[in-house]
């Protein structure tokens, strides 16, 4: 079947630090979309990525979509104590059926004041 | 943003009673609802899908009979656990897909944490 997987499984950083999380799919993907969830909370939306090599940025992050539009990157600049949390890359797949979007296992990250 | 409500927040219940959680979405309307479960440090695990006025749709290993969906509205999804078991105390998640197009985004609630003694 269809997985997404992300690496790495836990990022500890500096508080000030960058560091890039990386989601990569077995299968081609119509889009992929990023969330976020705090501690105790549940998925924020954050971003959709839909073009072929596309990159946005928001604030202090940067997201990528791959050119074969089977991986994506999360780029965190000057990390800070709010950005604690697990975050999740999920994806439609193209050949797929019922449009159901296909989280990754999410990155865990943790910042050290 | 789009809002998406949850009740209860948590519940304990005794094994072998049922738990019905509702989930709404209160500024929009969602042709289309999932119901997910997470683990403690794991990832989402949708459960099924549901559609406003149809029957829902579930995943494999996921028991319908155990997991009772209604989706009456285009506001309004329940999820019933049925019988409930210590097994299947989790953080269960409801989300919502606007009428926009069916690749958008997903709106969380905030979700049920479910303890079955």
């Known amino acids: 079947g269809q997985q997404v997987m992300q690496i790495p499984q836990y990022q500890h950083v500096q508080e000030g630090e960058d560091f890039t999380t990386y989601c990569n799919s077995s299968?081609?993907?119509?889009?992929i979309q990023w969330y976020k969830q705090r501690p105790g909370g549940h998925p924020v939306f954050l971003i959709q990525?839909?073009?072929?090599?596309e990159v946005k940025k928001q604030k202090r992050l940067t997201f990528q979509f791959g050119e074969a539009k089977k991986n994506s990157s999360l780029h965190i600049t000057a990390t800070q104590t709010t950005d604690v949390g697990t975050y999740f890359c999920?994806?439609?797949?193209?050949?797929?059926?019922?449009?159901?979007?296909?989280f990754g296992g999410g990155t865990r990250v943790l910042v050290k004041p | 943003g789009a809002v998406v409500s949850q009740h209860p927040s948590w519940v304990i219940c005794k094994s072998g009673t049922s738990v019905k959680i509702e989930c709404r979405s209160l500024?929009?309307?969602?042709?289309?609802m999932f119901w997910y479960r997470q683990f403690p440090k794991q990832s989402l695990m949708l459960m099924a899908t549901?559609?406003?006025?149809?029957?829902?749709?579930?995943e494999q290993g996921v028991e319908k009979d155990k997991f009772l969906i209604n989706h009456a509205s285009l506001t309004l999804s329940t999820l019933t656990v049925t019988s409930a078991h210590p097994e299947d105390s989790s953080f269960y998640i409801c989300?919502?897909?606007?009428?926009?197009?069916?690749?958008?985004?997903?709106?969380f609630g905030p979700g049920t944490r479910l303890t079955v003694l």
């Open positions: 549901s559609n406003e006025g149809s029957k829902a749709t579930y």
């Open positions: 299968t081609t993907l119509s889009n």
């Open positions: 999920a994806g439609y797949p193209i050949k797929a059926a019922g449009n159901k979007l296909t």
């Open positions: 989300s919502a897909r606007g009428l926009a197009g069916i690749y958008n985004e997903q709106f």
């Open positions: 500024d929009f309307q969602a042709t289309t």
């Open positions: 990525l839909v073009k072929s090599g």
